[in-house]
């Protein structure tokens, strides 16, 4: 059968088709088994194994308290789920679907053997920890007077805590029966501590009933046969692998004969394309040699609005070769802004013939401006649409330039924000814009014929200003400046006026035109901006830079007559709180007020000034003596009394003042303002709502702060800190755990300085952030020094202030210099004390969780003395608790103390923390402390504070040095 002409030319193709569709069916084949789906299946059921693995030792761990929650727990058996789901698919790849399904169902009976052991030991564990801290407040309800029989108690308890740790279940029925016994006794015992008893009781029974099942489901989980299931599943897996690989290789020893065959195809297809470009070309050739000699650019584009094809001209018009502009749609030639609304472009887009005028875009951002004259192209086999569209275009730039420049001028005109007036050499207004208007409230009719002179004239200026202004403008042609004119309604206004006068080419005036604009806005803007600068914008009252201008006057003024005057520098007391509390809204309102208050008080001639913040100033140029600044100083603690209303809100504060007077406390300004600042101290020192004069006593003991805190900041470039070191050791055998680091100041004149003697200094100013860097550097370094030297010291402990935790990058510098000395992390400890965990306590959580993940040990210092909660020690990521020493002083004759050690001893072993008794000084307090289990111990009794040359010596290092 013959084929039609319209579907010879398909026929090559159509085989070409065939032919891929058969290379990538054998490709499919040979492709359906990769060469490392094996290995990814063996690595999953490794991984599964080891992770079942995981989960029997997380167990273990779990019902021996080592470890404290079940994340580890959960995240290997999701991970065992989503290995069993990848491997469930590649087992279905081969038909193996069953060959999983012991495997899954061993799995599926072990997690719900897990689910029921997260239950029970989560139960178990939850009335371990109430039963301690039940029995531990019974104590102290026996310690306080309360009729409790402490012997049945203690039995009681002991007896559960053995079971417990011992795993001995023997004695059951027993220890049932004494907690049997502890429920009914408890029943008579006075409230609350019947209610605990009972209470005790009944989480005794639930630890003793929920044992043994915990136990039998730790064994049920730990002797599954998960892993032996999952190598017999990877063998029939490994088995039928083998086979669709070896089927595999046939299809790719057919793939690649069919290869050979289709390049044989796509050559001969290739021969006859060949064939057919050649006449395409030469056909080519002719048109596109007619096209270039055209005087009108051509462009031609495709179906798809695609340049095909540009003619010489149009290279040239458009600036840009048939390179850069063939293959490109109608935005290549349109300017980027509106080209969206562009009349040929819809022409193009819809197919239709266009005439009209359009902007093209060159290169260089020049528009164009061009006449189009296109139209669609037909199809060859009239099948529908157009196959394309052709345009010719010219350059209309000359005749648009021309036209342009006429509107510009028009609206150049109209359009000016500075009124124009165009007036001739006889001074006669021709032409006015509506700037002019709209300043001055004439229209042009009204304005024309007239002189702007007699027109707008304010009569604030003479006769000499206008024969100036005429002066230079026969002379130099131009002149501008400021001139007050008169509007239409008879106000008078500013304006900043410019003429120019414009010549013919024999130098005669032709017209002269004005330029003007109103700056009485520029006027205000220039009075209120000097306001700015000598007040201040909350209270309006006079700031820093007028007082300090005052201030010298007046002291030049007082010089001059012999007479005395004061300044007073007031601060608000505990501003910040209110500020913190209520909001900064707040806190203005209330400076607002505050200086309202005391402007009523003021003489004339008196400066009230906020110098920033809570902090005001007064200067009282003229006092008779000491007395006037004391009785104004009265009057204005008296305005205090009342209280202020903060929007609805009545709020009490005080103020404290600090009085200097001149010459006597000072000649200078600086000097009389430092010492008034120093009785503004003395007077917050008094007790705060106070006044002071300034004492020349006052002054020393300033400067003796300020001497002291400027020889701090130099304290560690000269070296002068020390860092001493305490062993703490172990309670069982005596031998040194590790050191704490303390710090002290060898300071040049004043001899070794105590912590209390500059740490208060040191929080205060902000120096603390580089002294607590100091130290912890110094004590890291030491450690590594130690431990390189064979010395047995596991960890260094050094005390952090709560100060140094609100700096945003405490923790970042922390692993800095882990990083920097090479320290592990499990041999630093950082010491806070108990106190300082109320202050901000989620920011302190926050960074005790990225320190401990980090490995750093926390210690709480003080333990028993702060106000912290028992919620705040069951909350913090905390490791070590440090017992006061004001409470291991008392163990040797003090019941209470003995009984409050214990408890903070037990409850610390109960959730898993270490125990250090700071202050042991006798051997009576050591054996207490080991009778009552406490971990480390820390004192004078082991060692005093000393240098690190001296520690090596030290019995506790020496013998274990030895040993």
Known sequence: MKLPATLRPLVPWLLLAVLAGVLISLYALSTRIADNDRVQVELNVRQAMTLDTRINLDVLRLRHRQLLDYDSLSLS??????????????????????????????????????????????????????????????????????????????????????????????????????????????????????????????????????????????????????????????AEYSRVYARAAAEAEHYRRLMAIFALFMIAAVVLIMLRLRHTARELTRSHSLLDNVADHLGEGILSFDGRGMLNFVNRRAETLLGRSEGELLGQGVAAILPEVGAQDSSFRAALAAGRPFEGEEWLQRPDGELLPVAFLGGPLPRLDNSGGPAGYVTSFRDVSAQRQAEARLRLAARVFDNLSEAMTITGPDGLIQSVNPAFTAITGYTEAEARGHTPGSLLGSGLHDREFYQGMWGALQAEGKWQGEIINRRKGGETYPEWLSITAVRDEAGQVLQYIALFSDISERKQAEAYIHHLAYHDPLTGLANRLLFHDRLDNAMHQAHRTRRPMAIMLLDLDRFKSINDSLGHAAGDVLLKSVSQRLSHLLREGDTLARLGGDEFALLLPEISSHADAASLASRMLGEFDTPFDLDGREVFTSTSIGIAVYPSDGESPEILLKN??????????????????????????????????????????????????????????????????????????????????????AETTGYIDILGRWCLQTACRQLVAWQLAGLPIQRVAVNVSARQLRNPAFTEMVFDILKETGIHPRCLELELTESSLADDPDRTFSIFAQLRRKGIR?????????????????????????????????????????????????????????????????????????????????????????????????????????D
Not at 170 to 183: C, H, P, V, Y
């Open 77 to 234: 058996a999701n991970q065992v789920d989503e290995l069993l789901a990848r491997l469930q698919v590649d087992f279905e790849r081969l038909g193996l679907s069953e060959a999983l399904h012991p495997a899954r169902e061993e799995w599926g009976r072990k997690q719900q053997a897990l689910d029921d052991f997260r239950r029970q030991n989560a139960v178990l564990v939850n009335s371990l920890y109430h039963f301690v801290n039940l029995t531990t407040q019974l104590h102290s309800d026996w310690d306080a007077g309360a009729r409790v029989p402490v012997a049945l108690l203690n039995s009681v308890t002991r007896d559960v805590l053995i079971f417990v740790n011992e795993q001995q279940t023997k004695d059951i029925f027993l220890t049932l029966a004494g907690l049997n016994r502890l429920e009914v006794e408890s029943r008579s015992w006075p409230e609350p501590a019947a209610t605990q008893g009972r209470l005790l009781a009944a989480h005794g029974k639930v630890i003793v009933n929920n044992h043994l099942p915990v136990q039998n489901l730790m064994h049920t989980i730990s002797r599954s046969t998960f892993p032996q299931d999952m190598e017999q599943a990877y």
């Open 858 to 962: 926390i210690a709480i210092d003080d333990f028993g003395t702060g106000y912290s909660s028992l919620s705040y020690l069951s909350r913090f990521p905390v490791d070590v608790v440090k017992i006061d020493k004001s409470f291991v002083q008392g163990l040797g004759s003090e019941s209470e103390s003995r009984s409050v050690v214990q408890a903070v001893i037990l409850l610390a072993h109960a959730l898993s923390m270490e125990t250090v008794a700071e202050g042991v000084e006798t051997e009576i307090q050591r054996k207490r402390l080991a009778e009552l289990d406490c971990d480390q111990l820390q004192g004078f009794l082991f060692a005093r504070p000393c240098l690190p040359a001296q520690l090596i010596d030290l019995p506790c290092v020496a013998d274990e040095d030895l």
């Open 676 to 761: 008034a600042d120093v009785a503004l101290y003395n007077a917050k020192d008094a007790g705060r709502s106070a006044f002071r004069f300034f004492l020349e006593s006052d002054s020393e003991n300033s400067l003796e702060r300020l001497e002291l805190e400027t020889a701090m900041r130099h304290a560690v470039a000269r070296d002068e800190l020390r860092l001493y070191y305490q062993p703490q050791v172990d309670t069982r055998n005596g031998l040194i755990l590790g050191v704490e680091a303390l710090v002290r100041w060898q300071h040049p004149t004043r001899g070794l300085l105590l912590p209390d003697d500059f740490i208060p200094l």
